[in-house]
DNA sequence: ACCTGAACACCGTTCAAGT
DNA sequence: ACCTGAACACCGTTCAAGT
């Protein structure tokens, strides 16, 4: 498992050049050919580097949840450094709209990643939960940012790939769509700080509640 | 807009045997030849009744999406019926772990999918929420519910079609990931139930205070 | 109105061959 | 050890043709 040296290294260049791509024209236009072609070599050469395309798409989930940890002090308190974290991963969301979907979507497998989850669940013992606790609120508190990173995607950040024709705006006459309607202006993206707060607020007021419980 | 009567249903007959094939085989595996096929038909005469792969995939959105008001009675309270179709939306997960990327994931653009998205927001309404409340705890809500479900998915119900090799359990050798390991036994499917419980009861608790309030 | 069949411009991956 | 190039078995979609 020891890396020898330059392997590594172009390992992370291709996964960074693969995201970048990602970013650029969405996870669906990424293929093998012209990630190489992008790195001035055959598709086939990548195979050398990694197995399959799934275990290069590991590579970008490892480039994504290692700013899970981004420009988070260990000097502060446990719950104020969980709180960053999930921030940063909606930041993610937001960062990389076409690449997010991985991090839901994808299991942890590689030493990198399986560290920062460590990492992240250290965080929730050191707040003071136990291995149960841990595991509840790290679920609810994933699942939450990761449907709102959804959400934040879909709402109009980045375009869908494969999107078709007809939108919220060019449908709704009123008449037919009136709570729909209503609704548009509440969820457009500017709005969508203040909800995410009050989400996270919900969830962390309870983890807050719960330390004091015990 | 209006049907032509066969055309509908042709459409409907379609898009149910393409979610039955992603059940089967996943998302990624299906083709408009496969489909084809599997409807006894060339690949291209599929293009007659939707005009893109990707319009027969809203097609497939909405057949999930009318699965969120399923055995729902009118005459419950609005806050009860709202309950349970967050609850049916985990369902879809469960039942249908392969396409249920598609409800997070792909904006409703299509009739049906945009009325019952009408009176998901008509519940809130009538529950006693104002348009900005009702978009709030909507966007909280459907953020958690996605989130949990896709997790649910990776968890273990499902498998990913293009899963690489590494499992957690093969890798936890205790030493290196002690967290991960201990919270693995907390994470697993049968648990996940009072763990989706748990955060639901959070934010309906919260709705409830905020009802009350004014 | 509905379906076919050939064709185009792509895919991921295997394999044998080069240096 | 690393890369190439041809080939295989697929894709979504266009287009002209059939009934």
Redesign the pocket.
Known sequence: MKARG??TL?RRVIAQKALELIDRNGLE??????L?AALG?????L???FE???ELLDGVLELLVEQIERGIPENKPPLWRLRRMFENMRRIAIEHPHAFILLPTRRFRTQRALEAYERLLQTFRDAGFDAEASARYFRVLAGFVSGAGLAEIGGSRALQP?ATGVILEDFSDEQEFPRVTEVVPYLRVRKLDQIFAFGLDLIFDAMKRDLRKT
């Open positions: 330059k392997r172009e236009a990424l293929s093998m050919r012209k190489g070599v055959e598709a086939m050469a195979y050398h580097h399959s395309k799934a494969d």
